[in-house]
Structures are given as structure tokens and as C-alpha cells.
């Protein structure tokens, strides 16, 4: 990683010059060498590479205010900023065609070069989608896989909570600056997996949540994987933009089917019609990828409560009903239904009825 400031102002500068550009920064990097050789070559050399405005926009004096934020930021534990030249640089992102210049990591930088699988999906997911997000994920976490996702709302959040259960862990890239929790209602998650795995960003410090930063931060996601899940999709999804980066870059894509009546199924069965593998379990994706097995867990599978699931059936029940039918508390009630949620045997509903899924 960087380590004097002086390194740091100059890719600063490189990365984040207006109309500079990642393909045309690489340019000069391949002609003239680090930036800090960029910054001191003849202005003739610069315009023979780049139009005249960004020539003088890259060697105007840089942000000040940046570069002390991104210093003070540096000297935090657990930050660092990876370059293009650094070894440390995820490999599987140099295959892409625009790699970022930059990377600005929090947490477990050595993620970002393990194998990986993104899983992604609708921001407004149902409970389940959520609950395949969070099992998927946790299984490919349990298996060693590392799993990319964008900490948005609905299977991003689910996705990344299940990972961390595992010894595989998570990535979250986002489009905001590392230093920004976007959205705010997930700043417990953008801690826990600072702690227990890694954010990353290619913005700089501070940039807030412009929508054209998304779409963009997307190739990150799929570059870093070796394939790409999509849970829940609708027809006009993000998640349809990241796997399309995904089969663009040669990453494998696999998609959830679902029920053909629900518009967040759309964008997976297009997937699936598109040549995406349709999987229904983790393992699904592992035989795919070959080489990775689940480990065998030493502790004995909780039992669910089937006289609970009996009582429930396949017909909408509130849970006042069901103590009184089965005789609980509410305590033990929430208890059972919670196991049997986390199962995937039932579904909350809208007004907190629950009902039999299979």
C-alpha cells in the first residue's frame, strides 16, 4: 500500500482529475510511469496523450482538504488505499476492462483477493428472497467463498449478515466514499463488516450517494467473483446491469426462479432464458464451480418445531391465533417462529400474519 504522502497526492491527483478518466490515467501510467513521474514530465509529453484542458486541470495544485482528509483517514486502523501497481491489488480486477485506479479499503484487505461469489438482488426484496439471500450466502460462506455484494437495502444486506457467518466473509463495494455508511440505516452493518470483513470503494473520501455511482461500482462487484447470483430481480433491476457486466467479463451468472406471478422473479427467469444456470441451492453453484465443498458441521441440525409447522398450514394465521391454538406464550411462539422463518418452512406476511410455504 502507499506509504508517503507524497505517493498519495499524486495518485489522488491521477485518479480524481476531472475528465481524466480511468482508460486515459492508465494511458499515461503504460507512457510515462507513477504518477509522481506524470506529474513532473514536460507539459509536451502530457498533450501529446491528453487534450490540452486536462493537461492543465492535472497540473493545477491538487485538493488540499483531500489529501488531508485521505491522510488522517490513512493513519486509522484497518484503512489502506491500493493502487494499480500495488502487489497487494486484487488480481481478478486487473482482467476487467477499466479496473479502478484506486481502492480504498476498510477492514480485511486479503478478501479482496480470495475467491469469491457476488450475490445480489432487489433492494425491495420479499421476506423470501431475504431469507435465500441470507442462506445462500451463508453456505458460500461456510464452503470458503468470499461473498461481493453492495450493502443496499433487501438481499445486499442479506447476503453480506449471512457471509459474515461464515469463515468466508464479505466484501461490501459501495458507491459512496469508504468513509460515507450509505444507506445510514446500515451503519451496523458497514461496522460489522469492517470488523469482520472489508468495504471498499474507488470514490473518494466524503463523495456522497450520487445515483451514477451505483451502476458504475457495479463491474467492481462482478470483477471480483467468480460468478454472479442473482436472488430476486425485477425486469428493470440493477442487478441485471451486474450480471451483464458479469457474462461481459467471463464470470459465470446463476439466478433463483420463483413464482412466475411475482414482478420480482422477472429479471431472474430473463436471466435464466439468457443462459444464466438456475440453481435452487448453494451446492448448485459449488458443483459449478468445482473445488469447493461445504465442510461438514460438527453441530447436530436443530429440529424444527413440526407440531408448530402443523398448526400453521398453508392459510394466513396472526400469531394471537396461534398461541392460543398451540398453547405458547408469546416468547416461546416468537422463538419457534423465528427457527422456522430462518428454515425457510414459512412466511412473515404484510400485518404480521404467517403462512406455510412448503
Given at each position: 500500500?502507499?506509504a508517503?504522502?507524497a505517493?498519495v ?8 482529475t ?7 490515467a ?16 514536460p507539459p509536451s509529453?502530457l498533450?501529446?496523450?491528453a487534450p ?8 493545477a495544485p491538487?485538493?488540499?482538504a ?10 486509522e486502523?484497518?484503512n ?8 497487494e491489488y486484487p ?11 484506486l ?12 475467491p469469491?461469489?457476488?450475490v445480489v438482488?432487489?433492494?425491495?426484496a ?12 451463508m453456505?458460500?460462506s ?10 443496499a ?8 449478515r449471512g457471509?459474515?457467518?461464515g ?8 458507491g459512496t ?6 444507506p ?6 458497514a ?5 469482520g ?8 473520501l466524503?463523495?456522497?450517494g450520487i445515483?451514477?455511482?451505483?451502476p458504475?461500482r457495479?463491474?467492481i ?24 457486466l458479469?457474462?461481459?467479463?467471463g464470470?459465470?451468472?446463476?439466478a ?10 422477472k429479471?431472474?427467469h430473463l ?17 459449478e ?12 441440525a ?10 400453521i398450514?398453508?392459510d394466513p394465521?396472526?400469531a394471537d391465533a ?14 419457534q417462529?423465528l ?20
Amino acid at each position: 500500500m502507499l506509504a508517503t504522502p507524497a505517493e498519495v497526492a499524486a495518485w489522488l491527483r491521477l485518479a480524481h482529475t476531472p475528465g481524466l478518466g480511468r482508460r486515459l490515467a492508465r494511458a499515461l501510467l503504460d507512457a510515462l510511469g507513477p504518477p509522481e513521474q506524470i506529474l513532473a514530465a514536460p507539459p509536451s509529453a502530457l498533450r501529446a496523450l491528453a487534450p490540452q484542458n486536462v493537461v492543465d486541470l492535472l497540473l493545477a495544485p491538487g485538493d488540499a482538504a483531500l489529501l488531508a482528509r485521505t491522510l488522517a483517514w490513512l493513519d486509522e486502523p484497518g484503512n489502506g488505499l491500493l493502487t494499480l501497481a500495488d502487489p497487494e491489488y486484487p488480481p481478478q480486477l486487473l482482467e476487467i476492462p477499466d479496473p479502478p485506479l484506486l481502492l480504498y479499503v476498510k477492514g480485511q484487505c486479503a478478501l479482496l483477493s480470495q475467491p469469491a461469489i457476488a450475490v445480489v438482488g432487489s433492494r425491495n426484496a420479499t421476506v423470501q428472497g431475504v431469507l435465500n439471500a441470507e442462506r445462500f450466502s451463508m453456505a458460500l460462506s461456510q464452503a470458503g467463498l468470499c461473498v461481493i455484494s453492495g450493502m443496499a437495502l433487501g438481499i445486499d444486506t442479506a447476503a453480506h449478515r449471512g457471509a459474515l457467518r461464515g469463515p468466508g466473509a464479505t466484501v461490501a463495494v459501495i458507491g459512496t466514499g469508504a468513509d460515507v455508511v450509505y444507506p445510514a440505516r446500515n451503519h451496523a452493518l458497514a461496522h460489522d463488516i469492517a470488523t469482520g470483513g472489508c468495504l471498499v470503494s474507488e470514490y473518494p473520501l466524503g463523495m456522497p450517494g450520487i445515483t451514477s455511482n451505483f451502476p458504475q461500482r457495479n463491474r467492481i462487484i462482478s470483477g471480483l467473483s467468480r460468478g454472479v447470483l442473482v436472488v430476486e430481480a425485477a425486469a428493470q433491476s440493477g442487478s441485471l446491469i451486474t450480471a451483464r457486466l458479469a457474462g461481459e467479463q467471463g464470470r459465470d451468472v446463476f439466478a433463483v426462479p420463483g413464482s412466475i406471478h411475482s414482478p420480482l422473479t422477472k429479471g431472474c427467469h430473463l436471466l435464466i432464458r439468457q443462459g444464466a444456470k438456475l440453481v435452487e441451492s448453494a451446492a448448485d453453484i459449488l458443483d459449478e464451480l468445482g473445488g469447493y465443498t461445504q465442510p461438514r458441521t460438527t453441530r447436530a441440525a436443530k429440529t424444527p418445531p413440526t407440531e408448530l409447522l402443523r398448526q400453521i398450514g398453508f392459510d394466513p394465521i396472526d400469531a394471537d391465533a396461534l398461541a392460543l391454538r398451540c398453547a405458547l406464550d408469546r416468547a416461546e411462539l416468537g422463538t419457534q417462529l423465528l427457527t422456522l422463518e430462518m428454515e425457510g418452512l414459512i412466511e412473515r406476511l404484510p400485518g404480521g400474519a404467517y403462512q406455510r410455504i412448503v
